[in-house]
């Protein structure tokens, strides 16, 4: 049974390395949260690894910039995995060819940076779809926009049997106060419809792979002592479950309303919202702190 819990500090000393979610954990989109802040900073006084766990369609370095940008410190952090480090290093190895149609917008095209990681990276170009040879996503053109509205592309490339990269499996953000699509409710809707999506972030393996590497160039630490932290039922708690490992689910951020959160989840709305989910977080909390 999930058990709601009061502060990180409750159950900290259990762990000696976290996986933090960004986007609904530690910030919003536009702001960072202080409270989730000092949680981690208090973490890593006491020795504890933080390794911050993304599905940012954006390589490490892209993603530091934006949370510098957004005032978290780097001293609540140690180290950063991201779905569009995982999913870069396939595009390179040729996963869905040489010649591929991007679909997102100007600010993720860090993602066709150099990559030195992969040996002998084969040659990307962006084409338009008629050329492509598969597809790159990292999220929708228009975020507040149908993805529906894509059926038209998706459907021709389903046709010539294109396989569509996903560099970010979440649904859904809020930035701030707006909800927003992301590039996994566009590969949703390509598998529904016949077509073959890839993924990369949570809650698939591929991720967390990265972030256990990531982490061991810190520190040598066993499942059994990371816990994962996020707000996203079916990306961070699933990913957590997957991998075996413990979890803390916020219930403040994108079940906000299904957990009734306002400080701290309604208990018997939590159980009612993670029963329909068939998850089982370790532990739950309002929002990180």
């Given at each position: 049974?999930?058990?709601?819990?009061?502060?990180?500090?409750?159950?900290?000393?259990?762990?000696?390395?976290?996986?933090?979610?960004?986007?609904?954990?530690?910030?919003?989109?536009?702001?960072?949260?202080?409270?989730?802040?000092?949680?981690?900073?208090?973490?890593?006084?006491?020795?504890?690894?933080?390794?911050?766990?993304?599905?940012?369609?954006?390589?490490?370095?892209?993603?530091?910039?934006?949370?510098?940008?957004?005032?978290?410190?780097?001293?609540?952090?140690?180290?950063?995995?991201?779905?569009?480090d995982s999913a870069r290093a396939a595009m390179f190895r040729g996963v869905v060819g040489e010649k591929v149609f991007f679909i997102g917008i100007d600010f993720d095209l860090t993602f066709f940076d150099p990559i030195k990681i992969v040996e002998d990276p084969v040659d990307i170009t962006r084409v338009p779809l008629e050329e492509a040879e598969g597809i790159v996503c990292t999220g929708p053109f228009d975020a507040h926009a149908d993805p529906a509205d894509l059926r038209p592309q998706l459907l021709y490339a389903k046709q010539k049997g294109l396989k569509l990269l996903c560099a970010n499996p979440d649904i859904v953000v809020d930035r701030g106060e707006t909800r927003e699509y992301c590039a996994?409710?566009?590969?949703?809707?390509?598998?529904?419809?016949?077509?073959?999506?890839?993924?990369?972030?949570?809650?698939?393996?591929?991720?967390?792979?990265?972030?256990?590497?990531?982490?061991?160039?810190?520190?040598?630490?066993?499942?059994?002592?990371?816990?994962?932290?996020?707000?996203?039922?079916?990306?961070?708690?699933?990913?957590?479950?997957?991998?075996?490992?413990?979890?803390?689910?916020?219930?403040?951020?994108?079940?906000?309303?299904e957990t009734q959160t306002t400080r701290q989840p309604d208990p018997d709305a939590l159980a009612k919202y993670l029963n329909r989910e068939m998850a089982s977080p370790t532990f739950a909390i309002g929002q990180l702190r």
């Open positions: 049974m999930t058990q709601i819990i009061e502060s990180l500090d409750d159950i900290s000393s259990r762990y000696k390395a976290l996986f933090v979610d960004l986007w609904g954990c530690l910030h919003n989109g536009r702001e960072a949260f202080p409270d989730a802040v000092a949680a981690l900073q208090r973490y890593k006084a006491t020795g504890g690894t933080v390794v911050l766990l993304t599905n940012a369609p954006r390589h490490r370095g892209a993603v530091a910039d934006q949370l510098a940008s957004l005032d978290v410190p780097e001293d609540c952090w140690d180290t950063i995995a991201t779905s569009g996994g409710a566009i590969a949703q809707l390509y598998t529904e419809m016949g077509g073959e999506s890839l993924y990369f972030g949570k809650p698939h393996p591929p991720i967390y792979d990265l972030a256990r590497r990531r982490l061991a160039q810190i520190a040598d630490v066993p499942d059994s002592a990371i816990l994962c932290i996020g707000d996203g039922i079916a990306t961070d708690i699933r990913g957590a479950l997957g991998e075996d490992m413990d979890s803390l689910f916020i219930s403040g951020g994108l079940a906000a309303a």
